[in-house]
């Protein structure tokens, strides 16, 4: 193989050996050149067989850095993907919670500049009470206490407009009558 890749090294080595054996006939050599080297076939064969193996090992090595670099790539990429994205959903979250917030400050705000009385409040109450109440999901329906203090303040809202000239048909002017007053007593025969 070093015979093959060091030409030039072996023409000025054969170049001195001969300008010595021709030196003591007066005869000097400028210039030797190998035109070409024939090995046997037997280590032209092993050359190749090792030059082949040689080309295929760094193929393989080149293909390993090229997949171990393309899998690096792929890793950091996709780290900086999940990094993005839990980014993005962090600041979403954010965004979320702010505009809910606000919400809740406009809705607060309203409701202390009107500054409602709870005859009001008791009517608002009422009507959600059947959203509440909404889905498949609702098998038990749980009515607070403060039902009774609504139920209260709507009746005496109702009392007055009755008073009002609207009729209850209770004859008694518009008064609340007690619900224990209301009830029919049974009959006893």
């Known amino acids: 193989e070093r015979t093959l890749t060091s030409r030039e090294e072996i023409n000025?080595?054969?170049?001195?050996?001969?300008?010595?054996?021709t030196g003591k006939w007066g005869i000097r050599v400028n210039r030797v050149e190998l035109k070409a080297i024939e090995p046997p076939t037997s280590i032209q064969d092993s050359m190749e067989k090792q030059m082949r193996a040689d080309r295929d090992k760094r193929a393989a090595i080149l293909q390993a850095e090229g997949v171990r670099q393309s899998e690096?790539?792929?890793?950091?990429?996709?780290?900086?993907?999940?990094?993005?994205?839990?980014?993005?959903?962090?600041?979403?979250?954010?965004?979320?919670?702010?505009?809910?917030a606000q919400a809740v400050r406009t809705v607060f705000e309203a409701i202390?500049?009107?500054?409602?009385?709870?005859?009001?409040?008791s009517y608002q109450y009422l009507q959600m009470l059947?959203?509440?109440?909404?889905?498949?999901?609702?098998k038990l329906w749980i009515v607070p206490s403060e039902i009774g203090d609504?139920?209260?303040g709507l009746s005496?809202?109702?009392?007055?407009?009755g008073?009002?000239?609207?009729?209850?048909?209770?004859?008694?002017g518009?008064?609340?009558?007690?619900?224990q007053e209301r009830r029919e007593k049974p009959s006893i025969d």
């Open 12 to 21: 000025a080595a054969l170049r001195g050996v001969l300008d010595e054996a």
């Open 72 to 100: 690096i790539l792929r890793a950091e990429g996709e780290k900086q993907s999940q990094i993005l994205r839990a980014e993005g959903e962090a600041k979403a979250a954010a965004l979320r919670a702010e505009g809910e």
């Open 112 to 121: 202390h500049a009107g500054d409602p009385d709870q005859k009001l409040l």
């Open 130 to 138: 059947p959203k509440i109440a909404e889905g498949d999901a609702n």
């Open 150 to 152: 609504a139920l209260k």
């Open 156 to 161: 005496g809202a109702m009392g007055n407009l």
């Open 163 to 172: 008073g009002l000239g609207g009729g209850s048909g209770s004859g008694n």
């Open 174 to 179: 518009g008064a609340s009558v007690p619900a």
